[in-house]
């Protein structure tokens, strides 16, 4: 089973609303963590605790969410904590460098989450299939022994004897 490829192993993650509801609560945190370092921080790691909740959000519910969470989370970070403030104005060089720089790291540190997810839910899957086939086994075997167990053996004489107890 070592080559087999499982297809759901891509469904390691949550459904539902759950995922949106930490998406959102894990953004506003980000949002007013960063808001309350600000007078400290000013203008340098705007997009840190943003970087941060977006890895987070990969490891628990997957590649996707943690993208949709940084296109949300990019301009969030640029208009509250770029100057000026509160204003979308052009982008500078800085600004563009601080968008690639996050956005390679969130993406490849996703990736590589979602990748280790798979895996890891892939070997939990392959694990529970080994189990029922060795309980099966057993029973089958068990079976075996107690249909062998109750009829008459042939000792090879001609005369059939029948075994008492177990064998």
Known sequence: ???SQLRNARRWQAEGRQPLLTCALGFALALGLRSLLGPVLHESMSMLFFAVNCIFISYLFGFFHSMALLGISLPAALFFFRKPF???DALTQRDVATILVYTGIITFTSLIIEWLQRERYAAVLQ?????TRYQLLIESDQDRHAAHASAPADCGCGVRLKLVGNA
Do not use: H, K, L, N
């Not at 694990?127 to 189990?131: A, D, F, L, P």
């Open 1 to 3: 089973m070592a080559g």
């Open 127 to 131: 694990q529970r299939v080994s189990e």
């Open 86 to 88: 509160y204003s979308f």
